[in-house]
């Protein structure tokens, strides 16, 4: 399957999603659900026959040289509940996502050059004919059968929920509930921190941004925010798919009944390359309205990274696919930009009590 199949396949479901099945009917006006299942598209007749039993659980990989982690991961989301796996190879130089080398029944998207996670989880979106959507990095490892009682929340609270994190290295030394997003007028755009404490009460806990890149979502949530967001670089993925997804009124959770562990990278600290900050723009000039954009966050972040900024900003202002998505995305945003704001400020007060933790991690074989 190539990208553009992947494209196009996601188009076609997010269409047949907006239909209203009530008003198909035959020439004879039957609306007799036999004949609604047989003019349905095909993904879309597979999914209204599965949602009266299981909903059917698909599973996308974005990887780039994951080395034997990838069918490692791919063993373990089936064991974990998946009914299907695609993996997203970003461009893979060492061989981790040949075909050879990954278990026949994985479907393979290929990306002939980097393009990141966000593109990642956007094309896996076009190969899934599930009802619930998992994107995960490949490098994970989760309980038996936890994605089933996941999805199974996602579904009564039409939301996106995570699971706790904690170190594939260092099981147990830290585990990370979710987090809360900080908006830093000061620097100009978002930031997070993590809950290092499990909440209390009910297991299932309001969060204000993902974090750990294992999210299981019914696919209608993608529908109601436009698409995932699919920023063109590792970085700040998380906090852009945690804005759209507020904006458009999805509820965001962690359920703490399941801990996944994640292999960690070493990455240099502070680090921020020219990618990260073009995201940085990319998210503020799309996801906020234009007075904002360009009255509190754009002017900040030029003067802070106006030594290390190696593009033309104008050319995220003036690319036409970006204007064109920047204008789609009004038609599902929900919140107003104050109320949003608002919003994220009174859960930083309200988690003031919760343990913050910063993770300091080592680099972790493959």
Same mark, same amino acid.
């Given at each position: 399957?190539?990208?553009?199949?992947?494209?196009?396949?996601?188009?076609?479901?997010?269409?047949?999603?907006?239909?209203?099945?009530?008003?198909?009917?035959?020439?004879?006006?039957?609306?007799?659900?036999? &004949?609604?299942?047989?003019?349905?598209?095909?993904?879309?007749?597979?999914?209204?026959?599965?949602?009266?039993?299981?909903?059917?659980?698909?599973?996308?990989?974005?990887?780039?040289?994951?080395?034997?982690?990838?069918?490692?991961?791919?063993?373990?989301?089936?064991?974990?509940?998946?009914?299907?796996?695609?993996?997203?190879?970003?461009?893979?130089?060492?061989?981790?996502?040949?075909?050879?080398?990954?278990?026949?029944?994985?479907?393979?998207?290929?990306?002939?050059?980097?393009?990141?996670?966000?593109?990642?989880?956007?094309?896996?979106?076009?190969?899934?004919?599930? *009802?619930?959507?998992?994107?995960? *990095?490949?490098?994970?490892?989760?309980?038996?059968?936890?994605?089933?009682?996941?999805?199974?929340?996602?579904?009564?609270?039409?939301?996106?929920?995570?699971?706790? %994190?904690?170190?594939?290295?260092?099981?147990?030394?830290?585990?990370?509930?979710?987090?809360?997003?900080?908006?830093?007028?000061?620097?100009?755009?978002?930031?997070?921190?993590?809950?290092?404490?499990?909440?209390?009460?009910?297991?299932?806990?309001?969060?204000?941004?993902?974090?750990?890149?294992?999210?299981?979502?019914?696919?209608?949530?993608?529908?109601?925010?436009?698409?995932?967001?699919?920023?063109?670089?590792?970085?700040?993925?998380?906090?852009?798919?945690?804005?759209?997804?507020?904006?458009?009124?999805?509820?965001? &959770?962690?359920?703490?009944?399941?801990?996944?562990?994640?292999?960690?990278?070493?990455?240099?600290?502070?680090?921020?390359?020219?990618?990260?900050?073009?995201?940085? &723009?990319?998210?503020?000039?799309?996801?906020?309205?234009?007075?904002?954009?360009?009255?509190?966050?754009?002017?900040?972040?030029?003067?802070? &990274?106006?030594?290390?900024?190696?593009?033309? %900003?104008?050319?995220?202002?003036?690319?036409?696919?970006?204007?064109?998505?920047?204008?789609?995305?009004?038609?599902?945003?929900?919140?107003?930009?104050?109320?949003?704001?608002?919003?994220?400020?009174?859960?930083?007060?309200?988690?003031?009590?919760?343990?913050?933790?910063?993770?300091?991690?080592?680099?972790?074989?493959?």
């Amino acid at each position: 399957m190539t990208v553009d199949d992947a494209r196009v396949g996601f188009q076609e479901v997010m269409a047949a999603q907006s239909a209203d099945p009530t008003q198909i009917a035959d020439e004879a006006g039957n609306t007799d659900k036999a &004949f609604l299942l047989d003019i349905l598209p095909k993904r879309m007749r597979f999914a209204a026959k599965h949602s009266q039993t299981e909903p059917k659980i698909s599973v996308f990989l974005p990887a780039r040289n994951e080395g034997k982690q990838v069918v490692k991961t791919i063993e373990n989301m089936w064991a974990c509940g998946a009914d299907d796996v695609t993996v997203i190879d970003d461009a893979s130089e060492d061989g981790s996502c040949d075909s050879r080398t990954l278990p026949s029944e994985v479907q393979i998207v290929r990306h002939n050059e980097a393009s990141g996670c966000g593109y990642g989880r956007f094309d896996g979106m076009g190969c899934s004919d599930g *009802d619930v959507c998992v994107t995960a *990095d490949a490098h994970v490892r989760g309980p038996e059968g936890c994605l089933k009682e996941m999805a199974k929340v996602a579904i009564e609270r039409r939301a996106i929920v995570a699971p706790a %994190i904690t170190s594939m290295k260092n099981p147990g030394d830290w585990t990370i509930y979710g987090g809360a997003l900080e908006y830093q007028p000061k620097r100009g755009c978002f930031e997070h921190y993590c809950f290092g404490d499990k909440p209390q009460g009910d297991p299932v806990s309001p969060i204000t941004c993902l974090y750990g890149s294992i999210y299981v979502f019914p696919k209608y949530v993608v529908k109601r925010m436009g698409r995932v967001s699919k920023t063109t670089a590792w970085g700040y993925n998380e906090m852009a798919h945690t804005i759209r997804a507020l904006l458009c009124d999805v509820p965001l &959770f962690v359920d703490s009944r399941y801990v996944f562990e994640h292999r960690y990278k070493l990455r240099p600290q502070g680090r921020v390359t020219s990618a990260r900050i073009s995201n940085f &723009f990319w998210a503020a000039f799309v996801l906020f309205e234009r007075e904002t954009y360009e009255e509190t966050m754009r002017p900040v972040l030029l003067d802070r &990274f106006k030594a290390q900024i190696q593009f033309d %900003i104008t050319e995220i202002e003036s690319n036409p696919v970006i204007l064109a998505e920047r204008e789609a995305f009004r038609a599902h945003k929900v919140w107003t930009d104050e109320d949003f704001l608002l919003y994220v400020a009174r859960h930083q007060l309200s988690a003031q009590g919760r343990k913050r933790i910063t993770v300091s991690v080592e680099k972790e074989g493959m």
